[in-house]
């Protein structure tokens, strides 16, 4: 004979909420009970829980944002309309297109069409990159939820695109091109290890 195991999920924030009610429930009917002398010390230990509440409250609002914004970056990546740039990084990364291919030797240097369609999207998913990096390197956007989504190719694409970086960087003289984005490399390096 089998029985059928039944599991309830409730959620954290329902407990929190529940907990918080019937301790301050207990506070106000202790109050309602207690002596002129003890009724201080049960207000400022209602005063207490409620500030420890509205904190729990605040902080685990951060918590929401910052996993809705790591959620929105992988969104974006998976949206249909970066196909075409994230299939530039695949040739690159697949070793079927050099990035050298795709540098520049001077500012505002001329490139074939299709040349320069490859350029663009493979700027754009630098941008990307570099966008990211600084969500999750001033702590907007969860860490460790970018970090398993987008640990491999993160690493992958700053692999084959060091040389690629470099030269964008003599050829603009800017030299904090996609600087975001090497620091989040060594960081995710690091965790590796």
Known sequence: MSFAVMRLEIPTRRVVLGLFVAIEGCFLWAFQSASDHNRATLAFAAT??????????????IEERRAESAQSLIRRWNAPEMLPVRLVLREITE??????????SAKGGEMPPEKDSKRAGLVTVLNFYEELAIATLRNSADEDRLYAFF???IQQSATCLEGWIKNERAVDHEPDYYCEFLKLVAR??????
């Open 95 to 104: 070793n079927r297109l050099e990035p050298a291919s795709l540098q520049r």
């Open 48 to 61: 207490a829980t409620a500030g420890a509440f509205a904190l729990h409250t605040y902080l685990a609002g």
């Open 151 to 153: 640990s491999g190719i």
């Open 188 to 193: 995710w390096a690091a965790w590796k290890k």
